[in-house]
């Protein structure tokens, strides 16, 4: 007996189904746990988990910060890059700022906890704060003394051209002086809070200012990875952590460097990717060789 050609196809869809939920619902993930179960795979199936002290302290493949209950900077460790994901290092949020290079206006807002900053904001802050922490120039072209993106708004009398006749200092808001007193021979005010500027007919223009051109501070110090996971950091933004790093611990600088080297990653292939510092695992190895004072 022949079937009718429609319960002829539901079979053969039902088969299908069945053979696809056996093969890539049961037998594909089981063998892929076994897999994980073979010798030298089985700590990476397992999320790389880092453990001291008999107790599990993190992950080598997932960062996180090393800062008191405040959120500043623990001087004896090595710092992690910033992290957009969530709060920081926060798996269930991995993600990007999505701030990209033409950020540069903070908004402000009457109320503070409301005002969001610029991306060049972020980065000369952090830039400014790690100048601080490690001794060195914080100093980054087109940021201010005080951290903030050096942008002025421009208000011509035709609009975009013809004589400037009033001036903004947009990232600073009053009672905050302006980074320059005057720009084309017009006083400098600073920004009024809740004011959108840009809006108001202002011509953005960023001034460069006097910082070198390579600043001292690398750019994984200031910015956070795409991911917001990143455990490693250059070997330059760890180089000008050693000095203080050492000098907390009471430990030779350059035994100090050679713990960095030693947890120096090279590049994937010989030349896919940069040299990486692993956070995590620098500072686990500074505990157990110098102790903090």
Known sequence: MRLPTWLAQHLAALRALLVFTVLLGLAYPLALVAAGRLPGLAAGADGSLV???????????????FTDADGNPVPRYFQSRPSAAGDGYDPTSTAASNLGPESIVDTL???PAESTESLLTQVCA?????????GVDGRRPYCTADGVGAVLGVFHRDGLTGPVTRVVSVNQ???ATPFVTTWQGVPVEPAR?????VAAGAVIVPVRGDAPAEPAVPADAVTASG??????????????????VARERGADPAAVRRL????????????????????LELNLALDQQFAAR
């Open 51 to 65: 453990a001291a002290g008999g107790r599990t302290v993190g992950s080598a493949l997932i960062g996180q910060s």
């Open 109 to 111: 807002a009457a109320d």
């Open 126 to 134: 952090r830039s400014r704060a790690i100048g601080r922490l490690d």
């Open 173 to 175: 808001a009053a009672p």
């Open 193 to 197: 809070p809740g004011v959108d500027h």
């Open 227 to 244: 991911s917001g996971l990143d455990p490693h950091i250059s070997p330059a933004y760890a180089e000008i952590q050693v000095a203080r």
């Open 260 to 279: 960095v080297a030693a947890h120096t990653t090279g590049r994937a292939l010989g030349f896919l990717g940069a040299p990486g510092v692993n956070v």
